[in-house]
T-cell receptor, first 109, second 115 residues
């Protein structure tokens, strides 16, 4: 079956760095997405990786290793507004998104 | 620019009743999707449409139906609601579906409670 695993919850301190991991097993691979979802709101797009390596976008970076079925989202200089759930999703061979359950990130002052 | 709009934002529904959740986008996106989101689970695809006039079943289609008469609208109907359909429902759209990797844009969600 298809599976996306990510930690349920993480806690970090304002100003610090946090890495949220995602491992996947899917039928085919056509890219990996990271979304941010604040409580009670819709998910919003953060990043997309289809080739191995690091994609940097401001304070956020996303890494992909296809051979290991592994990705991480790196958040630097954490701000209180970064408190949210972070969703990992893989596009499979049918171009359908398979979603992880999300990682709830709690930022403490 | 509205983007993608869902209605209603929340609803309490008696079991056995019929209900249609509305979704409209003004981005001229080809692909549209309906997901449900339940605590502790990832977003699960209910139905999708890669282009106007076509629809397909997702991971959890039972008890739901959709139609795609035009590009902009993608309503989701619960023919006879059951308590297990209590969830938050998200409609989403993307520029292409089925052959191109593009990001999805989400509506604000509909919180449905079936009692």
């Amino acid at each position: 079956g298809q599976n996306i695993d990510q930690p349920t919850e993480m806690t970090a301190t304002e100003g610090a760095i946090v890495q949220i991991n995602c491992t996947y097993q899917t039928s085919g691979f056509n890219g990996l997405f990271w979304y941010q979802q604040h409580a009670g709101e819709a998910p919003t797009f953060l990043s997309y990786n289809v080739l191995d390596g690091l994609e940097e976008k401001g304070r956020f970076s996303s890494f992909l290793s296809r051979s290991k079925g592994y990705s991480y989202l790196l958040l630097k200089e954490l701000q209180m507004k970064d408190s949210a759930s972070y969703l990992c999703a893989v596009m499979d061979s049918n171009y359908q998104l398979i979603w992880g359950a999300g990682t709830k990130l709690i930022i403490k002052p | 620019i509205a983007g993608i709009t869902q209605a209603p934002t929340s609803q309490i529904l008696a079991a056995g009743r019929r209900m249609t959740l509305r979704c409209t986008q003004d981005m001229r996106h080809n692909a549209m999707y309906w997901y449900r989101q339940d605590l502790g689970l990832g977003l699960r695809l209910i139905h999708y449409s890669n282009t106007a006039g076509t629809t397909g079943k997702g991971e959890v289609p039972d008890g739901y139906s959709v139609s795609r008469a035009n590009t902009d609208d993608f309503p989701l109907t619960l023919a006879s609601a059951v308590p297990s359909q209590t969830s938050v429902y998200f409609c989403a759209s993307s520029a292409s579906g089925g052959d191109v990797n593009t990001e999805a844009f989400f509506g604000q969600g509909t919180r449905l409670t079936v009692v």
